[in-house]
């Protein structure tokens, strides 16, 4: 299990990550976006960790950018910046 501790004064989500019997890692279920910095940094961060890119950094425009990655265990994840 992972924790992700939360602080109101950054970026990020509060929560757990969760591997055990009866979890199943997921391509097509929900999509969480975590907010970061610079996606380009967290991007570099993934790959070196065993991630695989499935979106790359993309504009949407007023709202900022996001990319979508699939982590070490098969689960898709997003990230989500303001320019």
């Known amino acids: 299990m992972g924790f992700i501790p939360m602080d109101n004064n950054a970026y990020g989500a509060a ?3 969760v591997k055990g019997e009866g979890y199943v890692p997921s391509l ?7 907010g970061v910095a610079d996606i380009e940094v967290v991007l570099e ?8 890119i ?8 007023e709202y900022g950018f996001i990319a979508r990655f699939e982590d ?7 990230l989500h910046s303001f320019p």
């Open 72 to 78: 070490s265990e098969g689960n898709r994840v997003a």
């Open 28 to 34: 097509t279920g929900i999509l969480v976006y975590f």
């Open 54 to 61: 499935l979106l790359p950094k993309t504009s949407i425009g």
């Open 45 to 52: 961060r993934i790959k070196h960790n065993g991630g695989k």
């Open 15 to 17: 929560g757990s990550l």
